[in-house]
């Protein structure tokens, strides 16, 4: 399955965006996709995931609150939009996907995901 992420940018602390992650290819009717971000000079960290044919979703306490996960199965795309931004958001902003239905403790894990998108920026400025 190949994914394309887009959707990052430049925006001021407290603002929002939406991020997004397109597949094709494959899709992931019975699968699971996770968004994963890495800042300079940090190794890359958890954000979100979500199975995609349950509402269960596994959130980093980091953006507990802010973020939120969802899915159009239509169009094979999960979006995450991001509120009230923080300077600590910044970061390459990576979307991963699998095929496989992993059980919900393994979605923080990106050995969990098969396929991974080539990275979106977001840059939060105060």
């Known amino acids: 399955v190949q994914l394309q992420a887009s959707g990052g940018g430049l925006v001021q602390t407290g603002g929002c965006l939406k991020l997004?992650?397109?597949?094709?290819?494959?899709?992931?009717?019975?699968?699971?996709v996770g968004w994963f971000r890495q800042a300079p000079g940090k190794e890359r960290e958890f954000v979100m995931a979500a199975r995609w044919n349950s509402p269960a979703t596994y959130t980093a306490d980091s953006v507990r609150g802010r973020f939120t996960i969802s899915r159009d199965s239509d169009k094979s795309t999960v979006y995450l939009q991001m509120n009230n931004l923080k300077s600590e958001d910044t970061a390459l902003y990576y979307c991963?996907?699998?095929?496989?239905?992993?059980?919900?403790?393994?979605?923080?894990?990106?050995?969990?995901?098969?396929?991974w998108g080539q990275g979106t920026q977001v840059t939060v400025s105060s």
């Open positions: 991963a996907g699998t095929t496989r239905r992993p059980i919900v403790s393994a979605l923080p894990n990106p050995a969990t995901y098969d396929d």
């Open positions: 997004s992650c397109a597949a094709s290819g494959r899709t992931f009717s019975s699968g699971a």
